[in-house]
């Protein structure tokens, strides 16, 4: 069946630094578009990266930009997200998705179209 393996969250001051990585199985990974979401308490889940292929073309959450960074390794099934210059707003519980490069478009996100989602991993950003 088909899992995605969220890791990496974890407790950080602001100002500091945390990768996370979505590992993919019992999928054709290439494809599907593996993307990024999160969940803060009290509000409702939002998208915060893509990467799209060919061109390698990233989207990103506009409060995140500059400062988060998605990559694919499609050699080991796995997504990352780099996160640098956390602030405590960034605290969440951090998702990752699959949906079909053919279905999911990354300029309009609608969670609808995700086929899979991962269990979660959650960051807590002190201030």
């Known amino acids: 069946q088909v899992q995605l393996v969220e890791s990496g969250g974890g407790l950080v001051q602001a100002g500091g630094s945390l990768r996370l990585s979505c590992a993919a199985s019992?999928?054709?990974?290439?494809?599907?578009?593996v993307d990024w979401f999160r969940q803060a308490p009290g509000k409702e889940r939002e998208f915060v990266a893509a990467?799209?292929?060919?061109?390698?073309?990233?989207y990103y959450l506009d409060s995140v930009k500059g400062r988060f960074t998605i990559s694919r390794d499609n050699g080991k099934n796995t997504v990352y997200l780099q996160m640098n210059s956390l602030k405590p707003e960034d605290t969440a519980v951090y998702y990752c998705?699959?949906?079909?490069?053919?279905?999911?478009?990354?300029?309009?996100?609608?969670?609808?179209?995700?086929?899979?989602w991962g269990q979660g991993t959650q960051v807590t950003v002190s201030s």
């Open positions: 990467i799209r292929w060919p061109g390698n073309r990233l």
């Open positions: 019992g999928l054709t990974f290439s494809s599907y578009a």
């Open positions: 998705a699959a949906g079909r490069i053919s279905k999911v478009t990354a300029t309009l996100v609608r969670e609808r179209e995700y086929d899979y």
